[in-house]
């Protein structure tokens, strides 16, 4: 939701045994309102978030990443902490559909959002559970590695969408995984030569081409502490204690 609703009807939801709410705050004031082309959306929302504190009902964030809100995305996420969201998604907008042809008009350069991103998830670590999902891990310090979800494990994600995948044999996910990363990942260098693309599952095709494939590089140094994990299905992903909820 973008808390946009009577928060009357919210109350009835969580009187009914709604468990939590996920709100899309991509920014506040403002600029909230130029994404989502609504006047007061900005206010309306932090009603809501204000509300929710309140009365302690547990909520959950996802941060859409573009060129309107980059900038403040450090302290959008450090709102939503104060105000007690339990998760905190840091969502980079990926080229679906027509977007594909026009990427470079919301899309960031990843290179750009690199200090953003890694300052963000510096103040989050060790307070609240977070995920930074869709991005190229070897433009990260290996610290945040673990944090990241791409598509080759978007399916695993317990925040996000079953994009059609609801078997319940682990296998049969993993094989619907791989084709739904690999339905986008770049097909070649760098990614093919790169010890991470087992967990990256190779970046987003699109979104490269639209940026040149600047700052992509292979990963070919494993720091020790993840030298027992890279070899295994999910290592770096089961080590995010968001993924075990």
Same mark, same amino acid.
């Given at each position: 939701?973008?808390?946009?609703?009577?928060?009357?009807?919210?109350?009835?939801?969580?009187?009914?045994?709604?468990?939590?709410?996920?709100?899309?705050?991509?920014?506040?004031?403002? @600029?909230? =309102?130029?994404?989502?082309?609504?006047?007061?959306? #900005?206010?309306?929302?932090?009603?809501? !978030?204000?509300? *929710?504190?309140?009365?302690?009902?547990?909520?959950?964030?996802?941060?859409?990443?573009?060129?309107?809100?980059?900038?403040? @995305?450090? =302290?959008?996420?450090?709102?939503?902490?104060?105000? #007690?969201?339990?998760?905190?998604?840091? !969502?980079?907008? *990926?080229?679906?559909?027509?977007?594909?042809?026009?990427?470079?008009?919301?899309?960031?350069?990843?290179?750009?959002?690199?200090?953003?991103?890694?300052?963000?998830m510096h103040q989050l670590e060790g307070k609240v559970l977070f995920t930074l999902r869709y991005f190229p891990m070897c433009?990260?310090?290996?610290?945040?590695?673990?944090?990241?979800?791409?598509?080759?494990?978007?399916?695993?994600?317990?925040?996000?969408?079953?994009?059609?995948?609801?078997?319940?044999?682990?296998?049969?996910?993993?094989?619907?995984?791989?084709?739904?990363?690999?339905?986008?990942?770049?097909q070649g260098e760098p990614c093919n030569s790169c010890l991470l693309r087992e967990h990256c599952g190779g970046w987003n095709?699109?979104?490269?081409?639209?940026?040149?494939?600047?700052?992509?590089?292979?990963?070919?140094?494993?720091?020790?502490?993840?030298?027992?994990?890279?070899?295994?299905?999910?290592?770096?992903?089961?080590?995010?204690?968001?993924?075990?909820?």
């Amino acid at each position: 939701t973008n808390g946009d609703v009577n928060i009357e009807k919210y109350q009835r939801l969580f009187d009914l045994g709604l468990g939590h709410v996920q709100i899309s705050m991509h920014d506040t004031g403002k @600029i909230l =309102d130029e994404i989502s082309e609504r006047k007061e959306a #900005g206010k309306r929302q932090w009603q809501f !978030l204000e509300w *929710l504190n309140e009365k302690k009902y547990p909520f959950r964030i996802n941060i859409t990443i573009q060129q309107a809100n980059y900038h403040s @995305i450090p =302290d959008t996420a450090m709102k939503a902490l104060k105000l #007690g969201a339990f998760h905190i998604s840091l !969502l980079n907008f *990926l080229p679906h559909y027509h977007w594909r042809e026009r990427a470079g008009e919301v899309a960031v350069h990843p290179v750009e959002l690199v200090p953003y991103l890694q300052g963000t998830m510096h103040q989050l670590e060790g307070k609240v559970l977070f995920t930074l999902r869709y991005f190229p891990m070897c433009l990260l310090q290996p610290q945040f590695w673990k944090y990241v979800t791409n598509a080759r494990f978007v399916l695993f994600d317990p925040g996000e969408w079953d994009y059609g995948s609801y078997s319940e044999d682990e296998d049969k996910v993993w094989e619907d995984a791989i084709r739904i990363g690999e339905a986008v990942a770049i097909q070649g260098e760098p990614c093919n030569s790169c010890l991470l693309r087992e967990h990256c599952g190779g970046w987003n095709r699109y979104y490269a081409e639209a940026f040149h494939l600047e700052g992509l590089k292979a990963i070919r140094e494993i720091p020790d502490e993840y030298k027992d994990v890279i070899g295994k299905r999910g290592g770096l992903f089961d080590l995010n204690p968001a993924n075990k909820e």
